[in-house]
T-cell receptor, first 115, second 115 residues
Framework: DAGVTQSPTHLIKTRGQQVTLRCSPK?????VSWYQQALGQGPQFIFQ???????QRGNFPDRFSGHQFPNYSSELNVNALLLGDSALYLC??????????????FGPGTRLLVL | AQSVTQLGSHVSVSEGALVLLRCNYS??????LFWYVQYPNQGLQLLLK??????LVKGINGFEAEFKKSETSFHLTKPSAHMSDAAEYFC?????????????FGKGITLSVRP
């Protein structure tokens, strides 16, 4: 049973560039959430996708956008990168409905460095 | 609104000693509570969760936690620390209703285990 996978594992960009991160959920899951984890901090919720729509959003600017595909995989896009966007980006998947929907399983993350 | 407070950023114990990592939460609705562990350069692994069933929850690797509503706490314990327990530990809270709910994390506690 494949867990949550993310690509790429590492990425280096320069200020002002755009980046796309990818996530495939755990088999059988239909909901994907994205989190940003700055160095030495706990993860911060960016947004959540279910049925190809953004369902919840954290306190992140519009430069952060996403997409969910019919196969439940998801992308996170960040435009006009800032130095402060350097972080570990974590994808988590879950199954909507019932108590199981409250348990999120995380991928290994994509480490983004903005120079 | 929900929040988590993890007291202390670093806990050091001797191998074989009791591990106690503290977590206090604030939630305007009945919460679900989670402990995750993060090893260096990895994603988050679910240790255990409280979803309104038994208040004493047992997880993987010998860890357990007790939900105490009167104290708004969900402290993580392990009777005997092992060197392999050295990692970052995060407590998280979510709402108990709704199809899906975002996780709000604490800042994390680094656990060191001395030989």
């Amino acid at each position: 049973d494949a867990g949550v996978t993310q690509s790429p594992t590492h990425l280096i960009k320069t200020r002002g560039q755009q980046v796309t991160l990818r996530c495939s959920p755990k088999s059988g899951h239909d909901t994907v959430s994205w989190y940003q984890q700055a160095l030495g901090q706990g993860p911060q919720f960016i947004f959540q996708y279910y049925e190809e729509e953004e369902r919840q959003r954290g306190n992140f600017p519009d430069r952060f956008s996403g997409h969910q595909f019919p196969n439940y995989s998801s992308e996170l896009n960040v435009n006009a990168l800032l130095l402060g966007d350097s972080a570990l980006y974590l994808c988590a998947s879950s199954l909507a409905g019932s108590d199981r929907g409250k348990t999120q399983y995380f991928g290994p993350g994509t480490r983004l460095l903005v120079l | 609104a929900q929040s988590v407070t993890q007291l202390g950023s670093h806990v050091s114990v001797s191998e074989g000693a009791l591990v106690l990592l503290r977590c206090n939460y604030s939630s305007s609705v009945p919460p679900y509570l989670f402990w995750y562990v993060q090893y260096p350069n990895q994603g988050l692994q679910l240790l255990l969760k409280y979803t309104s069933a038994a208040t004493l929850v047992k997880g993987i690797n010998g860890f357990e936690a007790e939900f105490k509503k009167s104290e708004t706490s969900f402290h993580l314990t392990k009777p005997s620390a092992h060197m392999s327990d050295a990692a970052e530990y995060f407590c998280a809270v979510s709402a108990s209703f709704g199809a899906n709910s975002k996780l709000t994390f604490g800042k994390g506690i680094t656990l060191s285990v001395r030989p």
